[in-house]
């Protein structure tokens, strides 16, 4: 059963009284600003486990069938519908394999919600860092032979976590990674974040799960055009790992009322990827991108080394990336989803139009041409390179008590916070991590936590 048409059988149910939560009662008082945000069709759709919506902690009809659905499309064992983001499947899925103590090898690239994680379970991490691509400045791909080596050395490891593909887009190789996995026993856990739309199109690398991850974590809301912050969490037919587990560890960190207008839209947006009208977007996105990749002036030169193409990662030859993307913020009225002295970082998805590609090209091209362009290239220092010299756990780092110092005087200290930029949202300084003094100038602010 669809739960938008259960929601939309009820639109034309005469007389029906709510005296549930909430308590807009299917918007018969809606507070008039958010009604000029939010409209009122949305406040319809809005309610909670009423008689035969079923319940998100415990699905028996209407979202059990939903989520069978969803299961047959992405062909996982379970898939579950995540309501706080691939924030609270990352968690969920630590939680479920995870326990005090337990070791987990982690990518030093592994975003902010990976640390929660490990906060929340207890896990013990064993930290590496993928290779660095310094012309870029990004990270390469996590390699099976490099996790070979640490699950060598460390035969107590109980799982991985890796993000494929990264926020630039690179895919690691999850054959083989899983391949490594196996043989010594590891749990794979793949923050797929930015690869919702692998099931639907012709990219370089297959959905996690059908390479052998025992579990992925994908945000609709990025580049699949669901609402924020919709997200699926599947594990994979191969996997040991019981679906009622899952369960329980979402039901430990969700909210009790889940948004039905959010589950509708998770609903809607799986379908429309898994339809051929859907399908045909996506490789007519994929064709619009080639092209404007191609079309790229002399001087602008387009990543593409095994990556998912909706990222478009521009470098410039004589230009600092950080100066044009303040041009054509200010200039053009285009913001990208992030640059750096080396790349600037376009996000593509079902929203983005041919023209849209066309002006950016357009805007590009101008600023090229402009005689004066202040900028320069120089050889900035990446700081993510440097492998976190831990003191604390994330755990005990947590449970400590902390104080303030100016961040000046920091140095040889134990942080007590976690320093992060967004985007990307990776972690520059952890909780627990001695802070080294080459981070302070990285530091946004005066006063920092430390232990
Ligand atoms: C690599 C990666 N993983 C996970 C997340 C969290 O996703 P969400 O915003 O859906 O919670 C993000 C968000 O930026 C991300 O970049």
């Not at 055009?225 to 009622?244: C, E, F, M, R, V």
């Not at 950016?360 to 362009?373: Q, S, V």
């Not at 972690?427 to 627990?432: D, E, F, I, K, R």
Request: glycine content about 6%; proline content about 6%.
């Amino acid at each position: 059963m669809s739960l938008i048409k259960k929601i939309k059988d009820y639109y034309k149910k005469p007389n029906s009284l709510l005296f549930t939560t909430p308590s807009h009662a299917q918007g018969n008082f809606v507070i008039p600003k958010a009604e000029q945000i939010l409209g009122t069709e949305y406040f319809k759709s809005d309610f909670s486990e009423i008689e035969g919506f079923d319940n998100l902690r415990a699905p028996q009809n209407t979202i059990k069938s939903l989520l069978k659905h969803i299961s047959e499309i992405y062909q996982s064992k379970a898939s579950f519908m995540l309501i706080n983001g691939s924030t609270s499947g990352i968690i969920a899925a630590m939680l479920t394999v995870l326990k005090d103590n337990d070791k987990v090898l982690v990518a030093r690239n592994c975003h902010i919600s990976v640390y929660n994680g490990l906060v929340l379970t207890g896990a013990v991490p064993v930290w590496f860092t993928p290779a660095y691509d310094p012309h870029w400045g990004i990270y390469k791909g996590v390699k099976a032979a490099d996790i070979e080596l640490y699950l060598k050395h460390n035969k107590d490891i109980k799982a991985l976590i890796i993000t494929s593909p990264t926020y630039e887009g690179i895919f690691s190789n999850i054959s083989e990674i899983s391949e490594v996995c196996k043989k010594h026993n590891v749990i794979l856990i793949v923050d797929e974040a930015h690869g919702a739309l692998l099931n639907f199109g012709p990219f370089k690398s297959k959905p996690a799960i059908q390479l052998g991850a025992d579990i992925s974590i994908q945000s609709l809301h990025k580049t699949a055009g669901g609402i924020n912050p919709s997200a699926l969490l599947h594990i994979s037919k191969s996997s040991d790992i019981l679906p009622q587990n899952v369960q329980a560890a979402l039901n430990l960190i969700n909210t009790t009322s889940p948004s039905y207008p959010l589950m509708a839209d998770i609903e809607a947006t799986v379908n429309y990827l898994y339809s051929s009208k859907g399908k045909n977007h996506i490789s007519s996105l994929l064709k619009y991108i080639k092209h404007f990749k191609m079309s790229l002036p002399h001087g602008i030169d387009a990543y593409s080394d095994n990556n998912d193409p909706t990222k478009i990662l521009l470098k410039f030859s004589a230009y600092n990336a950080d100066n044009i993307a303040e041009i054509l913020n200010k200039k053009f009225n285009i913001e990208e989803e992030y640059s750096t002295e080396k790349a600037m970082l376009f996000i593509t998805g079902i929203g983005t139009t041919s023209n849209a590609l066309k002006h950016l090209l357009d805007a590009l091209k101008a600023i090229l041409n402009e005689a004066d362009i202040s900028s320069s290239l120089t050889n900035s220092f990446y700081l993510h390179q440097i492998a976190p010299n831990m003191q604390f756990t994330p755990r005990t780092a947590h449970n400590k008590p902390k104080k303030l110092i100016q961040k000046n005087k920091s140095a040889g200290q134990v942080c007590g916070e976690c320093i992060i930029k967004y985007p990307p949202g990776i972690p520059l300084l952890l909780p627990g991590e001695i802070i080294q003094p080459a981070f302070i100038p990285f530091i946004e602010k005066d006063e920092i936590l430390i232990i």
